[in-house]
């Protein structure tokens, strides 16, 4: 029993946890929580510990000496916004399963949580004006408007030279065109009916299908205006602001 | 099935098997099949359907196993039913699913079956079995715990080498406590098994009486009678005395029930010390050295003659102490005439060569030289084979057959003794023995049982003679009568005997007595030459100091490597050393040689990412440094200690 005491309490000796970046979490929502694992030990492995949040665990058969190990746990976070990470619970029954050691680990981490999506169609009224402008989108492309002629340069695809202009000139001219994307969202909270967290969860809804879609969105949040843009960091930025609007 | 479960099932059956050994000789036959078949259905379990059906026979056929063993249980046995009992429910468990819960409760069964062994036989062996148990219990415990998790949990090549420190430290290290406990926890005056023991079947003895001719044959038993641990003593000192005979019944020697007055002293020279560990017997008599006095660690009754008799028969291994004095000096107080008689139907041929004999001399020497002149020239053989069987065995032994063993030896010489009016009475015990120097001990077996006369002088003592030595064949008799013990079995005998002393008969007296042997070195050891401690100690702490900076500067492979590369550096450049603030890849481009670069680009993720080499970078790196052996280049860097100012090395 003593030995078997000292290997258990030796097992999850500088047991060090740390969080990750990992994937979004939404309210309501099962998530994933990346840890990594390290153990700081020189020479011992350590061996059969679980890694617990609420009613999820994963059980991490051995990490040998010096090394580190990058674990998913399954998570629900219940609301939205800034919320302090959970408890993690670390138990181990090694060596013999007489003894459970644990301890809890509280991380010194805020998670950002976005709103719970709720499915829902684009609305319909969309102020037309606004929306032409809206619909320009700075990025260089083949298939939109005319953005601006500029000098030929090794490489230019042929059919962007611009011939008329070319034969005015001395040397050869091409066209720059915007991206003709998609049609540009706008998606703005007070189109919306419900209560504010059922208006959010659609709006959260819409800009992540707009994302995968690699359409153009933009939000309206009150007095605040996001212009459309596309690519992750747009949709994080709208999916924080909705998160993190009171 | 996992590698681990594989691992675990060989385990459990190992540790199965270890249980079982010891007990499969003294179980009934029913037991043994019991045990066979438990083992064969959880070997083929996995490939047989099990219904419910099934499991229920199973159960019932079990509980009525049990049952009947346990319908044996008598106030005087225990140990055999219990021990039954914990077989069959081993074979059942064995034969069932093999769940983590019934596994854990096979490894439970299987140890108490061997801690239940120990109640029917407790030989060496069993230290064996039980390292071993110990061994498998705690590796199956420990895999029994993954398994437990999760049955199809796997472990890497390198997590399993890494675990299997772990499965042998923790038997080893309990193993290694086990037997700290073992010498300092309380120990009972009587062994607690003792209590549920069996009585034992006690071997042949030394006999309480000598009848020369009732036997036509006497058997040889190498069975071991005692072991004396004591200093090598002469042979012929070494006569052990067991019993006294002083009375004749016809042809049978006895021993009385008087209590002669009789006065031992002690002379020439110090006494052997002795113990004694006799082997359990028959009869009460506690054999010492010839002749001993103060026996202890037994409860005995000390006679007049010499003789010791126990108190309490339990039929098991005995210990006691002694001290040997066979120098000594034993003499009769009072009348001698009871041991002057002879039995009225003595052959008149014996009594006519007793009567010759004690005519032609005079005195106690001489009748003694006279008797043992006559012995040696009616040219007696000594034998144990084809002897006849006769009402007159002393007559027949010294005139017709003229063969016989040491109880006709000793029979007649103390008749014809007695007939020429010297009072004799004989000795039984036991003559030799081999010394084991390993465990410096003498090893004596039954068929070293002895019996010698023991006539008294004109001064009244009474004095040894052993007429066997009178025998024609008397030295090759005695050099042939025993084949002496080989290699190997006296280190057995002395690995045994280790056993019996230390581990056996280790009780409360002799923890005490361990207690003051450590009481009294913990003295010695204060009248320590005080200078000599204080140099041991200061070499103690210099050498824990060399060993934390070396660990601090030098604690790896790889810092040693890279302390190496900037030493060869420093001496490529010409510096004694570098300056402490250089970096690796700053030195690499200082210096512009390519080696230094390659250094660097390997060396650079270990110093500051945290990265470990594998074994072929060390190799190569190692390889490095050696080749720089040969370079010489200049670095520009500032050295304001070696140079005084942004010099140039040379």
Same mark, same amino acid.
């Given at each position: 029993?003593?030995?078997?005491?000292?290997?258990?309490?030796?097992?999850?000796?500088?047991?060090?946890?740390?969080?990750?970046?990992?994937?979004?979490?939404?309210?309501?929502?099962?998530?994933?929580?990346?840890?990594?694992?390290?153990?700081?030990?020189?020479?011992?492995?350590?061996?059969?510990?679980?890694?617990?949040?609420?009613?999820?665990?994963?059980?991490?058969?051995?990490?040998?000496?010096?090394?580190?190990?990058?674990?998913?746990?399954?998570?629900?976070?219940?609301? &939205? *916004?800034?919320?302090?990470?959970?408890?993690?619970?670390?138990?181990?029954?090694?060596?013999?399963?007489?003894?459970?050691?644990?301890?809890?680990?509280?991380?010194?981490?805020?998670?950002?949580?976005?709103?719970?999506?709720?499915?829902?169609?684009?609305?319909?009224?969309?102020?037309?004006?606004?929306? !032409?402008?809206?619909?320009?989108?700075?990025?260089?492309?083949?298939?939109?408007?005319?953005?601006?002629?500029?000098?030929?340069?090794?490489?230019?695809?042929?059919?962007?030279?611009?011939?008329?202009?070319?034969?005015?000139?001395?040397?050869?001219?091409?066209?720059?065109?915007?991206?003709?994307?998609?049609?540009?969202?706008?998606?703005?909270?007070?189109?919306?009916?419900?209560?504010?967290?059922?208006?959010?969860?659609?709006?959260?809804?819409?800009?992540?299908?707009?994302?995968?879609?690699?359409?153009?969105?933009?939000?309206?949040?009150?007095?605040?205006?996001?212009?459309?843009?596309?690519?992750?960091?747009?949709?994080?930025?709208?999916?924080?602001? $909705? !998160? #993190?609007?009171? | 099935?996992?590698?681990?479960?594989?691992?675990?099932?060989?385990?459990?059956?190992?540790?199965? $098997?270890?249980?079982?050994?010891?007990?499969?000789?003294?179980?009934?036959?029913?037991?043994?099949?019991?045990?066979?078949?438990? #083992?064969?259905?959880?070997?083929?379990?996995?490939?047989?359907?099990?219904?419910?059906?099934?499991?229920?026979?199973?159960?019932?056929?079990?509980?009525?196993?049990?049952?009947?063993?346990?319908?044996?249980?008598?106030?005087?046995?225990?140990?055999?039913?219990?021990?039954?009992?914990?077989?069959?429910? $081993?074979?059942?468990?064995?034969?069932?699913?093999?769940?983590?819960?019934?596994?854990?409760?096979?490894?439970?069964?299987?140890?108490?079956?061997?801690?239940?062994?120990?109640?029917?036989?407790?030989?060496?062996?069993?230290?064996?079995?039980?390292?071993?148990?110990?061994?498998?219990?705690?590796?199956?415990?420990?895999?029994?715990?993954?398994? @437990?998790?999760?049955?199809?949990?796997?472990?890497?090549?390198?997590?399993?080498?890494?675990?299997?420190?772990?499965?042998?430290?923790?038997? #080893?290290?309990?193993?290694?406590?086990?037997?700290?406990?073992?010498?300092?926890?309380?120990?009972?005056?009587?062994?607690?098994?003792?209590?549920?023991?069996?009585?034992?079947?006690?071997?042949?003895?030394?006999? @309480?009486?000598?009848?020369?001719?009732?036997?036509? @044959?006497?058997?040889?038993?190498?069975?071991?009678?005692?072991? +004396?641990?004591?200093?090598?003593?002469?042979?012929?000192?070494?006569?052990?005395?067991?019993?006294?005979?002083?009375?004749?019944?016809?042809?049978?020697?006895?021993?009385?029930?008087?209590?002669?007055?009789?006065?031992?002293?002690?002379?020439?020279?110090?006494?052997?010390?002795?113990?004694?560990?006799?082997?359990?017997?028959?009869?009460?008599?506690?054999?010492?050295?010839?002749?001993?006095?103060?026996?202890?660690?037994?409860?005995?009754?000390?006679?007049? @003659?010499?003789?010791?008799?126990?108190?309490?028969?339990?039929?098991?291994?005995?210990?006691?102490? !002694?001290?040997?004095?066979?120098?000594?000096?034993?003499?009769?107080?009072?009348?001698?005439?009871?041991?002057?008689?002879?039995?009225?139907?003595?052959?008149?041929?014996?009594?006519?060569?007793?009567?010759?004999?004690?005519?032609?001399?005079?005195?106690?020497?001489?009748?003694?030289? +006279?008797?043992?002149?006559?012995?040696?020239?009616?040219?007696?053989?000594?034998?144990?084979?084809?002897?006849?069987?006769?009402?007159?065995?002393?007559?027949?032994?010294?005139?017709?057959?003229?063969?016989?063993?040491?109880?006709?030896?000793?029979?007649?010489?103390?008749?014809?003794?007695?007939?020429?009016?010297?009072?004799? &009475?004989?000795?039984?015990?036991?003559?030799? *023995?081999?010394?084991?120097?390993?465990?410096?001990?003498?090893?004596?077996?039954?068929?070293?049982?002895?019996?010698?006369?023991?006539?008294?002088?004109?001064?009244?003592?009474?004095?040894?003679?052993?007429?066997?030595?009178?025998? =024609?064949?008397?030295?090759?008799?005695?050099?042939?009568?025993?084949?002496?013990?080989?290699?190997?079995?006296? =280190?057995?005998?002395?690995?045994?005997?280790?056993?019996?002393? &230390?581990?056996?008969?280790?009780?409360?007296?002799?923890?005490?007595?361990?207690?003051?042997?450590?009481?009294?070195?913990?003295?010695?050891?204060?009248?320590?030459?005080?200078?000599?401690?204080?140099?041991?100690?200061?070499?103690?702490?210099?050498?824990?100091?060399?060993?934390?900076?070396?660990?601090?500067?030098?604690?790896?492979?790889?810092?040693?490597?890279?302390?190496?590369?900037?030493?060869?550096? !420093?001496?490529?450049?010409?510096?004694?050393?570098?300056?402490?603030?250089?970096?690796?890849?700053?030195?690499?481009?200082?210096?512009?040689?390519?080696?230094?670069?390659?250094?660097?680009?390997?060396?650079?993720?270990?110093?500051?990412?945290?990265?470990? $080499?594998?074994?072929?970078?060390?190799?190569?790196? &190692?390889?490095?440094?050696?080749?720089?052996?040969?370079?010489?280049?200049?670095?520009?860097?500032?050295?304001?200690?070696?140079?005084?100012?942004?010099?140039?090395?040379?």
């Amino acid at each position: 029993m003593a030995v078997t005491g000292l290997c258990g309490h030796r097992n999850l000796h500088r047991l060090e946890l740390c969080l990750l970046p990992s994937a979004d979490l939404f309210a309501a929502t099962p998530g994933t929580l990346r840890l990594r694992i390290t153990n700081r030990q020189r020479y011992i492995p350590v061996y059969l510990f679980e890694i617990r949040i609420a009613d999820h665990k994963v059980v991490v058969p051995a990490i040998a000496a010096c090394s580190s190990e990058v674990v998913d746990i399954a998570l629900t976070m219940p609301k &939205r *916004g800034k919320q302090q990470a959970p408890m993690i619970h670390v138990s181990s029954c090694f060596p013999v399963n007489f003894f459970v050691r644990s301890y809890q680990y509280c991380p010194p981490r805020t998670l950002l949580v976005y709103p719970r999506p709720l499915a829902s169609p684009l609305p319909v009224h969309q102020n037309s004006r606004r929306s !032409a402008s809206d619909l320009q989108i700075a990025v260089p492309g083949g298939d939109g408007d005319l953005r601006s002629i500029e000098d030929y340069r090794p490489g230019d695809p042929p059919r962007a030279i611009h011939w008329k202009l070319s034969a005015r000139h001395d040397n050869l001219k091409t066209k720059q065109l915007n991206r003709q994307a998609a049609v540009t969202t706008m998606i703005d909270l007070q189109q919306f009916d419900g209560p504010l967290e059922e208006r959010l969860g659609r709006c959260t809804y819409l800009v992540n299908r707009c994302f995968h879609q690699h359409c153009a969105v933009g939000l309206v949040l009150g007095a605040k205006r996001f212009s459309p843009a596309v690519g992750r960091t747009q949709q994080l930025r709208l999916l924080k602001e $909705l !998160a #993190l609007y009171e | 099935m996992s590698n681990l479960q594989r691992l675990l099932n060989w385990l459990l059956y190992g540790a199965a $098997l270890l249980a079982i050994l010891p007990v499969l000789p003294f179980v009934a036959l029913w037991v043994q099949l019991f045990l066979g078949a438990g #083992l064969i259905v959880g070997l083929l379990r996995s490939r047989m359907e099990w219904s419910q059906r099934s499991s229920r026979l199973a159960v019932l056929v079990t509980s009525g196993a049990v049952v009947v063993s346990g319908l044996q249980l008598t106030m005087t046995d225990v140990a055999l039913p219990l021990v039954q009992v914990l077989c069959i429910l $081993l074979a059942a468990r064995l034969a069932s699913e093999k769940t983590p819960r019934n596994m854990l409760q096979s490894f439970v069964l299987a140890l108490t079956l061997l801690a239940a062994s120990s109640l029917l036989t407790l030989d060496m062996i069993y230290l064996a079995y039980l390292a071993l148990m110990i061994l498998m219990l705690s590796a199956g415990l420990v895999l029994l715990s993954f398994v @437990d998790v999760d049955p199809a949990i796997r472990l890497s090549d390198q997590a399993f080498k890494g675990l299997t420190f772990f499965l042998l430290a923790i038997p #080893l290290t309990t193993l290694v406590l086990m037997a700290a406990f073992f010498f300092i926890l309380p120990r009972t005056p009587t062994p607690l098994w003792n209590i549920v023991g069996q009585e034992r079947t006690a071997a042949a003895g030394m006999s @309480d009486q000598v009848r020369p001719g009732s036997f036509s @044959d006497l058997a040889s038993t190498g069975d071991i009678a005692f072991r +004396a641990e004591t200093a090598e003593l002469p042979a012929q000192l070494l006569y052990w005395r067991g019993i006294v005979l002083d009375q004749i019944d016809g042809q049978i020697w006895r021993r009385s029930n008087r209590h002669p007055d009789e006065q031992f002293r002690t002379e020439g020279g110090a006494g052997h010390e002795l113990v004694i560990f006799a082997e359990p017997k028959s009869d009460p008599y506690l054999v010492t050295l010839d002749r001993s006095e103060r026996l202890q660690g037994v409860s005995h009754r000390p006679e007049s @003659d010499g003789v010791f008799v126990r108190q309490r028969q339990d039929y098991k291994r005995t210990s006691y102490r !002694a001290v040997g004095w066979p120098q000594g000096v034993a003499s009769l107080n009072g009348s001698a005439d009871f041991y002057l008689n002879v039995p009225a139907t003595l052959s008149s041929q014996v009594r006519q060569a007793a009567a010759f004999i004690k005519a032609e001399t005079l005195g106690f020497a001489e009748r003694i030289a +006279a008797l043992e002149n006559f012995f040696l020239e009616q040219r007696l053989s000594y034998s144990a084979e084809d002897l006849p069987r006769t009402e007159s065995p002393v007559a027949t032994f010294l005139f017709d057959s003229r063969r016989g063993y040491c109880e006709h030896f000793a029979s007649a010489f103390a008749v014809m003794l007695r007939l020429m009016d010297v009072p004799t &009475r004989l000795v039984g015990g036991y003559l030799g *023995g081999t010394y084991n120097r390993f465990g410096k001990f003498y090893l004596v077996t039954e068929d070293r049982a002895h019996v010698w006369v023991e006539a008294l002088n004109d001064q009244g003592e009474w004095v040894r003679i052993d007429p066997s030595r009178l025998a =024609v064949n008397a030295d090759q008799a005695f050099s042939a009568a025993v084949a002496e013990r080989s290699y190997l079995q006296s =280190v057995t005998d002395a690995l045994f005997h280790s056993w019996t002393r &230390r581990v056996l008969n280790y009780d409360v007296q002799q923890q005490f007595q361990l207690l003051r042997e450590s009481s009294a070195r913990l003295a010695r050891l204060r009248q320590l030459n005080f200078s000599r401690l204080t140099g041991v100690v200061m070499f103690l702490s210099l050498a824990c100091a060399v060993t934390l900076v070396w660990r601090r500067y030098w604690g790896t492979k790889d810092k040693g490597l890279l302390h190496s590369y900037l030493r060869q550096v !420093a001496r490529c450049a010409g510096l004694k050393r570098l300056p402490p603030a250089l970096g690796l890849y700053q030195l690499a481009t200082l210096s512009g040689h390519p080696l230094c670069q390659e250094f660097a680009e390997s060396y650079g993720p270990v110093l500051y990412g945290g990265k470990e $080499l594998d074994p072929a970078q060390r190799k190569r790196l &190692r390889d490095v440094v050696h080749q720089l052996k040969k370079e010489r280049f200049v670095i520009e860097v500032a050295l304001p200690q070696s140079l005084g100012d942004n010099g140039r090395s040379e």
